[in-house]
């Protein structure tokens, strides 16, 4: 069983950056893929950004492209998203999940975590 723990979110300005983190713990060789995603009010979750554990593959949701940046540190058991130029359309709650392939789909990963808030003001 995987047990994943976001952290890092808050109220930022519109043009500020936040860094979320994702701490995994009970992880197996299996699990080799996580991934960001997020979901605002009345919207579908949606793909923000994956990174594969061991080959370093990463990939990233249109709304994430050049703005943002996930990394991974193994030794941590931690991924992490790098977000700038934040826009009040990133208010969001943000989630990681664990999974066996890197996907854009939701229902690739099995384990979630509980989300973490992000609120962008204009």
């Known amino acids: 069983q995987v047990h994943l723990v976001e952290s890092g979110g808050g109220l930022v300005q519109a043009g500020g950056s936040l860094r979320l983190s994702c701490a995994a713990s009970?992880?197996?060789?299996?699990?080799?893929?996580m991934g960001w995603f997020r979901q605002a009010p009345g919207k579908q979750r949606e793909f923000v950004s994956g990174i594969h554990w061991s080959i370093g593959d990463t990939a990233y949701g249109d709304s994430a492209k050049g703005r943002f940046t996930i990394s991974s540190d193994n030794a941590k058991n931690t991924v992490y998203l790098q977000m700038n130029s934040l826009k009040p359309e990133d208010t969001a709650v943000y989630y990681c999940?664990?999974?066996?392939?890197?996907?854009?789909?939701?229902?690739?990963?099995?384990?979630w975590g509980q989300g973490t808030e992000v609120t962008v003001s204009s």
């Open positions: 009970g992880r197996s060789s299996s699990d080799n893929a």
């Open positions: 999940a664990v999974g066996e392939f890197m996907s854009k789909h939701p229902l690739m990963y099995t384990y």
